[in-house]
Nanobody, 115 residues
Framework: QVQLVESGGGLVQAGGSLRLSCVVS????????MGWYRQAPGNKRELVAI???????NYVDSVKGRFIISRDNAKNTVHLQMNSLKPEDTAVYYC?????????WGQGTQVTVSS
């Protein structure tokens, strides 16, 4: 069973930064892609950023230029560096990995941005 454990969330003022980490119990090379998603109260879960096994990246428009997704293969970890945070970034952030056999989710970490 694959386990993903997120960390790094917290409370930050608008304009501040946070770095989320997702540690995976399996070699992340084995996944087709890994991504960060978020879900705010009353909203659907949305894709924030994704990184492929070849390290190509893609971002939702609302975070382009502010967030950076990266991977550390040696540590089986994916990071999300979040800069210039806005109150609308407040959500639970989830890490997801997928391979040909399924999708795997972490438990989520809360990010709260105060105005």
């Amino acid at each position: 069973q694959v386990q993903l454990v997120e960390s790094g969330g917290g409370l930050v003022q608008a304009g501040g930064s946070l770095r989320l980490s997702c540690v995976v119990s399996r070699n992340i090379f084995s996944f087709t892609a890994m991504g960060w998603y978020r879900q705010a109260p009353g909203n659907k879960r949305e894709l924030v950023a994704i990184i492929s096994s070849g390290s190509s990246t893609n971002y939702v428009d609302s975070v382009k230029g502010r967030f950076i997704i990266s991977r550390d293969n040696a540590k089986n970890t994916v990071h999300l560096q979040m800069n210039s945070l806005k109150p609308e970034d407040t959500a639970v952030y989830y890490c997801k990995a997928n391979d040909p056999w399924g999708d795997y989710w972490g438990q989520g970490t809360q990010v709260t941005v105060s105005s």
